[in-house]
């Protein structure tokens, strides 16, 4: 019985503990060598905010296929909006103990903002404005002629799905916003 038991040990030590080390150590020498430097995270920050501070809607347009709404371009005129980061909008009538609506960053107005999103075909055609940081986007559909504003909605990955947040991105941005450390 016990020449058993320590045959099972070795061919567990052998089989499954062996490979996940071998696994662990590659893993750590791929991240050290992946390990970006505060110049290159600083460097890539400020990229980022210079995206979302030129917004290229013309180029975003030809890409998607459609025009985007009037308040969606004049909302990346609004700089102090766009930088925002982790923030809960709250609508009207929520409960105090109630949860609003997180962004953790605002995307920007590019065409390569986009690919990193989700894929919007099975809704419509839109655009992404806005991340929750969990792999959810804040979207508004595009159309052939130029809308003044258009309903906002959320495309959710867990469970999948797209929930219409609010009538139009005027009256979303006009929720109250509080500013958060870290999500929820």
Same mark, same amino acid.
């Not at 696994?23 to 390990?35: C, E, H």
């Not at 400020?46 to 979302?52: C, I, K, P, S, T």
């Not at 003044?148 to 929930?163: I, K, L, R, T, Y």
């Given at each position: 019985?016990?020449?058993?038991?320590?045959?099972?040990?070795? !061919?567990l030590?052998?089989?499954?503990?062996?490979?996940?080390f071998?696994?662990?150590?590659?893993?750590?020498?791929?991240?050290?060598?992946?390990r970006?430097?505060p110049e290159?995270?600083?460097?890539?920050?400020?990229?980022?905010?210079?995206?979302?501070?030129?917004?290229?809607?013309?180029?975003?347009?030809?890409?998607?296929?459609?025009?985007?709404?009037?308040?969606l371009?004049?909302?990346?005129?609004d700089?102090?909006?766009?930088?925002?980061?982790?923030?809960?909008?709250?609508?009207?009538?929520?409960?105090?103990?109630e949860?609003?609506?997180?962004?953790?960053?605002?995307?920007? !107005?590019d065409?390569?903002?986009q690919?990193?999103?989700?894929?919007?075909?099975?809704?419509?055609n839109?655009?992404?404005?806005?991340?929750?940081?969990?792999?959810n986007?804040?979207?508004?559909?595009?159309?052939?002629?130029?809308?003044s504003?258009?309903p906002?909605?959320?495309?959710?990955?867990?469970?999948?799905?797209?929930?219409?947040?609010?009538?139009?991105?005027?009256e979303?941005l006009?929720?109250?916003?509080?500013?958060?450390?870290?999500?929820?």
């Amino acid at each position: 019985m016990k020449d058993s038991l320590l045959t099972i040990a070795a !061919l567990l030590s052998l089989f499954i503990a062996l490979p996940m080390f071998l696994l662990w150590i590659r893993d750590r020498i791929r991240d050290r060598r992946r390990r970006k430097t505060p110049e290159q995270i600083e460097s890539q920050a400020r990229a980022y905010r210079e995206r979302l501070l030129n917004p290229d809607p013309a180029g975003v347009e030809a890409r998607i296929g459609g025009l985007l709404p009037e308040r969606l371009i004049t909302l990346y005129k609004d700089q102090a909006v766009v930088l925002i980061e982790k923030v809960e909008i709250r609508p009207p009538g929520l409960g105090s103990k109630e949860f609003g609506e997180w962004i953790e960053a605002f995307l920007p !107005l590019d065409a390569e903002s986009q690919l990193y999103t989700c894929e919007l075909k099975e809704w419509g055609n839109g655009f992404c404005f806005a991340a929750d940081g969990m792999g959810n986007f804040y979207w508004v559909p595009v159309n052939a002629h130029r809308q003044s504003d258009a309903p906002v909605f959320f495309a959710c990955h867990d469970p999948w799905g797209n929930e219409k947040i609010a009538e139009s991105l005027d009256e979303f941005l006009s929720w109250s916003r509080v500013a958060h450390q870290g999500r929820r």
